[in-house]
């Protein structure tokens, strides 16, 4: 193998604190928000419409959230992810600057826990990654944890460090971006009425459509976020995979049920936290994707009566429609159709 | 059912003289034209060359004028035809300023007519629809009119009111945008030497390309339009229904025959009018889509010897070449493979 | 047939020193840039950043200059290739001016060569072909010669001409676009340490990535280039062609093959040259594409002494991984798997 070539890192190439800044750093534009709506469909008028962003005080539409987080997470994936068997899981993620078209992108991420599987051939890296735009603002921070292959079984396992997560971020830490003004709101070019008033803790929404996705679909969505990891391309080697074909992105699945959610959550104007999530099973081309959300907390913005607080769990099955709200049972075991349980906190306008 | 979700509205729910305001403000970019360019391939020279349309008296290459129609009409979606059995046609669809990159376009409705069906299960619903910019400058009007639902059997059927419509839009009618100017107009740039005064009324003109409709093309377009239509997405339910697979939004024909009508009406720098339109039957993935067209007419324009219309019937026929323009027969039916009949009037330079 | 379609031009159309000026000028676009990335994952700093490529001179993220290639050979397909047989090959191909989001490319050709097959049903026709920007400043221009047929059997074969074609494009007339300045390259952030002086010439790298074509991705690629070559769309017809399915566009897997080099090739700030290249067997959808490269030489750029040329042979299988570098074998023939041998040169930085 040419020593150009890039091998990822294995387990026992961690260490603890290490700090990795990731490559491509990414300019995003209005090209990348059109392949956002082309690829998902999303209609939140606050990423559609400059004029009614900026009636709210941004500076012009945001790109969609998610499509941040893509970018951002796209980084890291040739450093900590290369090698990974399981992407297991998210915490503490918290956006910063709303990011606009024109932006730049740029990810670094710090070790902040490893720990060795019994087995001796894995193990647990936790992350906590960062993306900052041209002028340094944080746009994106949030810890990863994935389980990695040792490539060298007879590295000596590290000194087990498990870094203490969150069970979702709390009010304090989610920032609100300057000058939003929630005075002005409309809700017909929005298309709900329904404000952060009528939700309530407890709460459960199906979000009634569905969406096929196609093999070129995700790959187009996994190719714009830069993001390389090779179970996704590949049908070539996945056929003789454990699937026997190419794995969906996860983050394609959060878009598909963020973009399917707008049928009952149309007036979140941002997402400012992920408390977690799990990729619960594959997806896979020709999966049609439904979603349905519970509202998990509702909190006011210290300040602010113009604009409140709603942690949301939006979960996505796969050809089965959510008016039963597939879940996990009481043995904790999801039901089959379930890919995705998304634990996150978005700001809505107050009446 | 949530309350928060769309169930869009059934015959019920329109009164005659309603006006509705659609969601989704839309900022048309640049990424959209390119999106449109992949989708179609098109090649009009005036929308693809920023200063090709800026020699003609443009601000800059405006977005094809079918990509302002989807945008425009994907608004109405929601609110129009949610519900509904059928698309029944077009009507009165006049273009009015040209639609930039950086223009925010919104849509509103006005029920025209409503004309329940003797089956007292099913009605028809006429709106006029007006798609504005940023500047309430009027880009696209038009009337359509859809069989929809009934959900409550025992609602009272309205009144019945169906508005004149006019066979074409007529000259006066006719909005020339502005500053346009076409002595300049370098027909080795736009790809043909054929100019208005080539064009004679009954002339035939087989546009010989064919194009291969795939799954991914028909919902990325779909998708890009913020079109909802549910049967267009999700494998999962149309495979249980009337045709066991998705359909192909009629709209995506219509640009695939516009963007093929290139090769034989390749001077044509603005449609300015939809006179009418018939989706004769569905199409599907997998589907090679021809198109002819029929010059139905040409006229002068006032106070102009630069520029000329020509009121204009295109063809569209899957899986069938076109050379023997597959058409209607004497009994009024469309030869099975037709699936567009599309009556519109486009401006073309004169000599 | 209509006189208003264009039939292209056959073997006996073309005349030694004819000129032909191509149709369809284009403004490239941000939205370009962002589905090359959507459709290739390409990953080359200069291509994603702004503020990455400003800091090495460059006015902004010049789009890949592949993607500026596809756009100006697809002009050129209506008038040269349309009735092509086959496309045999390129040579002398020169960038020149980087191409920004913004900048308008037009196409002009040059027939340069002229020799009829003696079969007398085809012929070769060479041309040159000049891609310009706004400014007229040449962007790009090569050579290519592709058999064209014959559509009149009887017209007299003309003098031939064959053009005398270098084998490479010699270091003095490559061009180094002004003001680049390399001393500040960031080798974090451009995803490999690896620079011109680790280069050795006959070293072999092998690009370690596959990736899958689907159907809709070259088809949205070619169209975006705005590439009307019938084979590459129309499954109708195809079905009952030589190889019973669409072709994929050369141009894509050479897309493909540059996007998997990153992995090995991280570096490349730029192509300066086309010397060759030679689409050794056609690609479908369902074809996995890997690649690998081979240093054919390297040399310093005059005056500079933070900058180094590489000429480069890349070579693209189908459905076969690279590590064994699959070539042609001493009788000249290609390994079955060989769909791709390209031969170009690039600059890097030096240490």
Sequence with gaps: MSNKTNPGNFFEDFSLGQEIVHATPRTVSE???????????TRFAVHSSDMFAMSLGFEAAPIDDMLAFHVVFGKTVPDISLNAVANLGYAAGRFGAPVYPGD???TTSKVIGLKENSNGKTGVVYVHSAGVNQRDEPVLDYIRWVMVKKNNLSAPAPEPVVPELPAFVVDEDLIIPEGLEMATFDTMLSGSAA???DYDAGEKIDHVDGMTIEESDHMIATRLYQNTAKVHFNQHTEKEGRFG???VYGGHVISLARSLSFNGLANVVRIVAINGGSHTAPSFGGDTIY??????G???ISGRDDIGALRVRTVACKDQSCEAFPDKGEDGKYAPSVVLDFD??????RK
Tied chains: 1, 2, 3.
């Design 195 to 197: 404000l952060w008033d």
């Design 291 to 296: 979603a349905w959300s519970e509202i998990l």
């Design 245 to 247: 074909r190419r794995i």
């Design 298 to 300: 509702k909190s006011k």
């Design 104 to 106: 730049t992108l740029r």
């Design 31 to 41: 090209g990348d928000a059109s392949l956002y709506t082309a690829l998902y469909g």
């Design 344 to 349: 996150y906190t978005v700001l809505m306008p």
